[in-house]
């Protein structure tokens, strides 16, 4: 986490207007209550077009198999330092398929041992769009597996994960209660 406290509060049930408890109900309900949500119920109709366009990456319409849409997500938000990114997509990550062995082999991008190759590649091509904002012409060819559904799918959602972790460690969004803290990315 980069700073200990938000910087923006979460709102309370108190807080929430009528358009923001209407962008929150489209939520699950264990879901209503995340830090995440409720911090950018401060503008509902920028939570609305949000979750819209995150239920779109996150669903299976997203051509990316959910495993390897956790893997980008995954390092996008460690190569963000996004803690509350991190910590709430290893959960998701677990349930896609990530091993433990796999989630700790993230952190060290494309060049950790056991990778298969279109592993590596996205976990190049994730390197690359987070500091360059561009595929190189070697991981655009490496990523041919994907298909070019595949590859435009993998911008978008490094994309959006690179703008959910710029809101979530510039407006000091703190971890749930059922979040676990990682060292490597506290502050």
Same mark, same amino acid.
């Given at each position: 986490?980069?700073?200990?406290?938000?910087?923006?509060?979460?709102?309370?049930?108190?807080?929430?207007?009528?358009e923001a408890q209407a962008a929150l109900a489209s939520l699950?309900?264990?879901?209503?209550?995340?830090?995440?949500?409720?911090?950018?119920?401060?503008?509902? $109709? *920028?939570? +609305?077009?949000?979750?819209?366009?995150?239920?779109?990456?996150?669903?299976? @319409?997203?051509? &990316?198999? /959910?495993?390897?849409?956790?893997?980008?997500?995954?390092?996008?938000?460690?190569?963000?330092?996004?803690?509350?990114?991190?910590?709430?997509?290893?959960?998701?990550?677990?349930?896609?398929?990530?091993?433990?062995?796999?989630? $700790? *082999?993230? +952190?060290?991008?494309?060049?950790?041992?056991?990778?298969?190759?279109?592993? @590596?590649?996205? &976990?190049? /091509?994730?390197?690359?769009?987070?500091?360059?904002?561009?595929?190189?012409?070697?991981?655009?060819?490496?990523?041919?597996?994907?298909?070019?559904?595949?590859?435009?799918?993998?911008?978008?959602?490094?994309?959006?994960?690179t703008q959910v972790s710029m809101l979530l460690n510039s407006?000091?969004?703190?971890?749930?209660?059922?979040?676990?803290?990682?060292?490597?990315?506290?502050?």
């Open positions: 986490m980069r700073l200990p406290a938000p910087r923006i509060a979460p709102l309370t049930d108190a807080e929430l207007g009528p699950p309900a264990f879901a209503q209550a995340y830090n995440i949500f409720r911090t950018q119920a401060h503008k509902p $109709a *920028a939570l +609305k077009a949000f979750l819209a366009w995150g239920n779109y990456i996150l669903s299976p @319409a997203n051509s &990316l198999p /959910a495993r390897t849409r956790e893997l980008a997500i995954l390092r996008t938000g460690f190569l963000c330092k996004a803690g509350y990114e991190w910590a709430q997509h290893v959960l998701i990550g677990r349930q896609a398929g990530l091993t433990g062995d796999e989630i $700790a *082999a993230i +952190k060290q991008g494309a060049q950790a041992p056991g990778w298969s190759a279109i592993d @590596a590649a996205i &976990l190049a /091509a994730c390197d690359e769009l987070v500091r360059s904002h561009f595929i190189s012409d070697k991981t655009w060819a490496a990523l041919a597996p994907l298909g070019d559904e595949g590859r435009i799918d993998l911008v978008y959602t490094v994309g959006q994960y407006a000091g969004v703190q971890l749930d209660a059922v979040l676990t803290a990682d060292p490597d990315l506290t502050a």
